[in-house]
């Protein structure tokens, strides 16, 4: 079974720059499509990216254009590179192979790395 270990959380000011890692203990190849999804106090977790195998990546509109999601296979990392954070963008975030097509797989939800933007 894959473990996920998130990571690069941390605090921001509004405007700023963060950039989370996903490592994963065993190999990825397995799994076809990775998200990356954020839980905000007293909100439901939600998707906000993901990537394909092949590299195809899809997007939640509050996030589209300020973050990028990538995928480094050979390091079994998931990488979300996040721009112009906004005090909005404060959640706890993890990673699940999923993907906006498949639900979250609730045996690899990790400890995830919380993220907090000051205004």
């Known amino acids: 079974q894959v473990q996920l270990v998130e990571s690069g959380g941390g605090l921001v000011q509004a405007g700023g720059s963060l950039r989370l890692s996903c490592a994963a203990s065993?190999?990825?190849?397995?799994?076809?499509?990775m998200g990356w999804y954020r839980q905000a106090p007293g909100k439901q977790r939600e998707l906000v990216a993901a990537?394909?195998?092949?590299?195809?990546?899809n997007y939640a509109d509050s996030v589209k254009g300020r973050f990028t999601i990538s995928r480094d296979n050979a390091k079994n990392t998931v990488y979300l590179q996040m721009n112009s954070l906004k005090p909005e963008d404060t959640a706890v975030y993890y990673c699940?192979?999923?993907?906006?097509?498949?639900?979250?797989?609730?045996?690899?939800w990790g400890q995830g790395t919380q993220v907090t933007v000051s205004s």
């Open positions: 990537i394909t195998s092949g590299g195809s990546t």
């Open positions: 699940n192979p999923s993907s906006f097509d498949l639900p979250p797989r609730e045996d690899y």
């Open positions: 065993g190999s990825i190849f397995s799994i076809n499509a």
